[in-house]
């Protein structure tokens, strides 16, 4: 297995953005749909709370 240049890499991307930004070549682009969440905001809050107290000791 051959070993991956990452600095080659990101070095690539870069100008491919900075090319991108000036107008010389068009970059491929993609829509993508958000996923939509499973619960709404204040459950997500309560497990988290939940974590942080039982982490902490203050969970009755």
């Not at 090319?19 to 682009?29: A, C, D, G, I, Y």
């Not at 709404?40 to 107290?53: M, V």
Request: hydrophobic letters at 30%; glycine letters at 4%; zero cysteines.
């Amino acid at each position: 297995m051959t070993k991956r240049n990452l600095f080659a890499e990101l070095t690539e991307g870069f100008e491919a953005l900075k090319n991108t930004r000036e107008s010389k070549v068009t970059l491929r682009q993609h829509i993508v749909e958000a996923a939509r969440s499973r619960s709404n905001g204040t459950e997500s809050l309560t497990r988290k709370e939940k974590a942080h107290r039982k982490n902490h000791g203050a969970l009755k």
